[in-house]
């Protein structure tokens, strides 16, 4: 396959599985400030400390507040990871591989990147958030099931699997990065209802409460909710899951093999992998929740900079 082709086909992937999980890190935000009073003076600083744009922010817009974040994260064209910025270029991709996807795939992604165009302010002021996120989720979940129902397991779907489970890895290590910045509990507040209460926003942000209550009741423990969204090999956002699907992808697209315990998977798959495969919600608590997840994120970034150089640059 052309690198070229296959560089549009990862970057669409990728970019619309980060507008998906932007669209999530500000909807728990919003969750987490609404259901509980925040106790730091910026509580919409999270987002930034997390995705690590506090400076592109602060060149752009001063006070941070509701306003501002939202606009940062979500309309913002100047700041290439907006929700809409994402759209936009996974549309671009989208339109140079009409000849590859699916006409039910370019629909909705055009569709989507009209609705994008018209999005202001004003607009999710009178929807009002929990409505917009809402209807967001649903489209994101039309586009990921036309990918899914018409696209064949070819290359070019393994190159765009590629780049929306790393994204998707990435991610899911973020949006439990959310609940440790928004609030460092002190000691006695582990455990109680405050703290819980956070823990059930996570898991709805990343549409798992329904299925953490059928594995584990209605009772909220912080090692579960870490296990389901990190290492649980059946979850579909676990980032163990992901990490899976990456090796199998990788597997196809450098033909070779892998065994049983993806010791044959290329460009430092396997570690992260086996890291995820043998690891536990308790000993990542343990050991500081914080680093384990920034070692996730790291991992994701070593292994996309090896994608590149083997598979995708052209020049």
């Known amino acids: ?47 930034l400390a997390i995705t690590g744009e506090r400076d592109a922010f602060a060149a752009r817009h001063g006070a941070l507040t509701e306003e501002t974040v ?7 064209t100047d700041n290439p990871a907006s929700v809409r910025s994402c759209l936009l270029s996974a549309r671009e991709s989208a339109r140079d591989l009409r000849h590859r996807i699916s006409s039910e795939l370019w629909l909705e992604l055009n569709t989507l990147y009209l609705d994008a165009n018209g999005w202001t302010p004003t607009l999710l002021a009178s929807r009002g958030v929990f409505d917009f ?9 039309r586009v990921v099931g036309v990918i899914h129902g018409t696209l064949p397991r070819d290359l ?12 998707g890895i990435e991610n899911v290590a973020r949006l439990l990065d959310v609940k440790y910045h928004y609030l460092l509990p002190h000691v006695e507040d582990v455990g109680g209802s405050l703290d819980l209460l956070q823990w059930a926003a996570v898991l709805r942000s990343a549409s798992a409460l329904e299925a953490y209550r059928k594995a584990h009741g209605n009772m909220i423990a912080v090692d579960r909710v870490v296990d389901m969204l ?48 043998h690891g536990s919600a308790r000993s990542a608590i343990a050991g500081g929740l914080h680093d384990y997840l920034l070692e996730i994120e790291n991992a994701c970034d070593a292994v996309s900079v090896a994608v590149f150089e083997e598979y995708l640059r052209f020049e």
């Open 1 to 47: 396959m052309l690198r070229r082709i296959a560089s549009h086909l990862y970057w669409m992937g990728r970019r619309l599985e980060r507008a998906e999980w932007r669209a999530r890190l500000v909807n728990v935000n919003y969750h987490l400030l609404v259901e509980s009073a925040p106790r730091g003076a910026e509580p919409w600083g999270p987002l």
């Open 70 to 76: 939202l606009d940062f994260f979500v309309f913002d």
């Open 133 to 141: 996120f809402a209807e967001l989720k649903e489209r994101f979940y």
């Open 156 to 167: 070019g779907y393994d190159f765009m699997d590629v780049g929306r489970s790393l994204e």
């Open 230 to 277: 990190i290492f649980d090999p059946t979850f579909p956002r676990s980032a163990r899951f992901g990490a899976e699907r990456l090796a199998a992808a990788l597997e196809r697209v450098g033909g070779g093999e892998r065994s049983a315990d993806g010791a044959g998977a290329p460009l430092g798959v396997p570690a992260l992998v086996y890291g995820l495969a």
